[in-house]
């Protein structure tokens, strides 16, 4: 199967965004920005200009438009997922997109970034490599730090506020929110990157991408009316505090709820929860899901954590289209990941070990046709793989693969 399908070119060399096309994406973007009143402010960025690296937080695609608004009017090259490139190749690599496949080591990118800034341009990383799955901060590679040491240009963060409350990752149904905010900041000169050891370049980062979207809803009062405001949250809380069964959470209206026991919750217009009948075990929808991650952990370090049923796998080595491979089988176990099958292009076969992969990507009934989904990558090939039945969780597997890392390698920093 490998050798049937032209592979994407991961080592052409990034293109400077057209001239021609900079004031389309400028039309496209800046003024939904400005009518939906974002507050972008800086601090330490007077004199600030490319080239520089802009490290972003991810929890929608409004975070490019307000990215786009913050370095005006800069050129600048974006990191972007190989599925972004779906069917607009030609245009997503000519406004400057550079393709990546998620959590894989490519040496490539490497270069790629390294001639956008001899190019004088910005380069905007989401580092986090996916959309936040409640709107705190994802987990960040120790390569970031050794990476910003190496580039010998500015560092500088954009944190956006909110983003996850318009259109959580769950649920991608437009909230009508407002008081959205950024805040762009200078955390490093090339100066103080010389001096600067890449353990604290990566705390630096660490500390200055500590967010909450549901926690800084409340403080700012913001409510949020729509009737549907719940639906979908039960993708993230999988497992049920009050019984403690897993897969049985469901969601609907302004509420979740448990099917195993019947326990209900009502997430309220400032974003909090409010069990209908008896206790609160979580009033702040972050605590559940790290509740959630700490009986993964507890699996992890107990030896016992695994999961492993059927699946359907759909391909994608280029960005023409998707590839159905067919049903196989997906498990995840102590030793990582590992999905097999055979299909009309004959068989298939992918494995990540557990020591190596740091983190994971998954979707949410992807393109809202296709189901929920673990997105597995090569440098060569991503798998979309889509579990089959309702006794799986991927945001599970997520929590498991990072809980996994950082099993066999105790000495990283979380």
């Excluded at 998620?102 to 004088?120: A, H, P, S």
């Excluded at 660490?206 to 039960?234: C, M, P, S």
Aim: net charge positive; glycine share 8%.
């Amino acid at each position: 199967m490998a050798d049937q399908f032209k592979r994407f070119d991961m080592k052409a060399p990034p293109v400077r965004q057209r001239n021609y096309l900079r004031p389309l994406l400028w039309a496209l973007t800046i003024p939904n920005v400005i009518l939906k009143g974002t507050k972008i402010t800086k601090q330490g960025c007077d004199g600030l200009k490319p080239p520089y690296l802009l490290l972003c937080n991810h929890n929608a695609f409004y975070d490019f438009s307000v990215a786009t608004k913050a370095i005006f009017p800069a050129r600048a090259n974006y990191v972007v997922a190989i599925d972004g490139f779906i069917g607009r190749e030609w245009l997503l690599r000519n406004v400057g997109g550079i393709c990546k496949r998620k959590f894989t080591n490519d040496i490539q990118l490497i270069r790629q970034i390294r001639q956008v800034f001899k190019n004088g341009d910005v380069l905007i990383l989401y580092p986090e490599a996916r959309y936040s799955l409640c709107g705190t901060t994802a987990v960040l590679p120790d390569s970031l730090g050794k990476l910003c040491r190496s580039m010998g240009v500015p560092v500088v963060t954009l944190i956006c506020h909110g983003h996850h409350l318009q259109s959580p990752f769950w649920n991608l149904k437009k909230r009508k929110v407002r008081g959205l905010c950024a805040e762009m900041k200078l955390l490093y000169t090339p100066e103080q990157l010389k001096e600067t050891p890449v353990d604290e370049i990566n705390r630096t980062i660490r500390e200055a991408f500590v967010y909450d979207d549901f926690a800084w809803q409340k403080e700012n009062g913001i409510r949020i009316t729509e009737k549907f405001r719940a639906e979908g949250l039960h993708r993230v809380l999988y497992q049920c505090p009050a019984c403690g069964r897993e897969y049985r959470m469901a969601s609907a209206g302004t509420e979740i709820f448990c099917k195993a026991c019947g326990k209900r919750w009502q997430m309220t217009e400032l974003g909090t929860l409010e069990a209908v009948s008896g206790e609160t075990e979580f009033s702040h929808i972050p605590d559940w899901y790290e509740w959630q991650r700490a009986n993964v952990r507890r699996e992890v370090e107990e030896g016992t954590y695994f999961w492993s049923g059927p699946c359907h796998v759909n391909s994608l080595p280029n960005a023409r289209r998707y590839i159905p491979l067919g049903d196989g089988v997906l498990t995840h176990s102590m030793e990582g990941f590992e999905v097999h099958g055979e299909g009309s292009y004959g068989p298939y076969e992918m494995k990540l070990s557990a020591r190596e992969l740091y983190s994971c990507h998954i979707e949410y009934n992807y393109l809202g046709k296709f189901g929920d989904c673990v997105d597995l990558n090569t440098l060569q090939d991503t798998f979309y793989t889509y579990p089959h039945g309702e006794d799986f969780s991927v945001t599970k597997m997520a929590l498991a693969t990072e809980e996994l890392y950082y099993h066999y390698h105790p000495e990283k920093i979380r």
